[in-house]
């Protein structure tokens, strides 16, 4: 089955640009999104199609996906954006597959 | 403004049979387009996909765990209710509901709020 590989960790300091990166086998011929996950709570979709953002999602979350690789960038990184973050694909037969997640720490 | 809420036993025992149901509102089951997927997540570990299931009763469940899940709507009453046989303590999760987006690939563009299941004698 697809495998889709993220980092376990990315940490950045307030102000900076933050990137989680998502790979997997040719993933950029693929639509792939992202979402947040802050503890507690339930995922919330912040890009998707690759670039995309969904309505009340801040300008700062940006995506790209080409190759091999997708990133998710986030601008001017807040206290606010610690989160986890997963990227997800699914196939022609709609099954789902989801990347092992992301924490995005905030120095 | 659509919204999903999940129930269903909180505590279930190894080899038991798990049902749980997501209630929705905003949107009907049985609209054209419309899709009602199921995501679980371990306690401090990756989500998970499990099933999902269209408008027109068409159904697709992940390969790992096909041979025990069962994924059913109920048109009268808006929910989609999930089965999972043969229970083990490593299935204990919070089990999430979510809409598909209508078009497109699949992505989940509301979620409900998940409810934790814990698997345990």
């Known amino acids: 089955s697809y495998v889709l590989t993220q980092p376990p960790s990315v940490s950045v300091a307030p102000g900076q640009t933050a990137r989680i990166t998502c790979g997997g086998d040719?993933?950029?011929?693929?639509?792939l999104h992202w979402y947040q996950q802050r503890p507690g709570q339930a995922p919330i979709l912040v890009v998707f199609?690759?670039?995309h953002r969904p309505s009340g999602i801040p300008e700062r979350f940006s995506g790209s996906n080409s190759g091999n690789t997708a990133t998710l960038t986030i601008s001017r990184v807040e206290a606010g954006d610690e989160a986890d973050y997963y990227c997800?694909?699914?196939?022609?037969?709609?099954?789902?597959?989801f990347g092992g997640g992301t924490k995005l720490t905030v120095l | 403004q659509i919204t999903l809420k999940e129930s269903g036993p909180t505590l279930v025992k190894p080899t038991q049979t798990l049902t749980l149901t997501c209630t929705v509102s905003?949107?009907?089951?049985?609209?054209?387009?419309?899709?009602v997927g199921w995501i679980r997540q371990p306690p401090g570990k990756a989500l998970e996909w499990l099933a999902l299931?269209?408008?027109?009763?068409?159904?697709h469940y992940s390969p790992s765990l096909r041979s025990r899940l069962t994924i059913n709507k109920d048109t009268s009453e808006n929910q989609v209710v999930l089965r999972m046989t043969n229970m083990d303590p490593v299935d204990t999760a919070t089990y999430y509901c979510?809409?598909?987006?209508?078009?497109?690939?699949?992505?989940?563009?509301?979620w409900g709020q998940g409810m934790l299941v814990i698997v345990s004698s």
């Open positions: 905003g949107f009907s089951v049985s609209a054209s387009g419309m899709g």
């Open positions: 040719n993933v950029g011929g693929k639509s």
């Open positions: 979510a809409h598909r987006r209508g078009y497109g690939g699949t992505l989940y563009d509301y």
């Open positions: 299931i269209y408008w027109d009763d068409e159904k």
């Open positions: 997800q694909v699914s196939d022609d037969s709609s099954e789902v597959v």
């Open positions: 199609d690759d670039f």
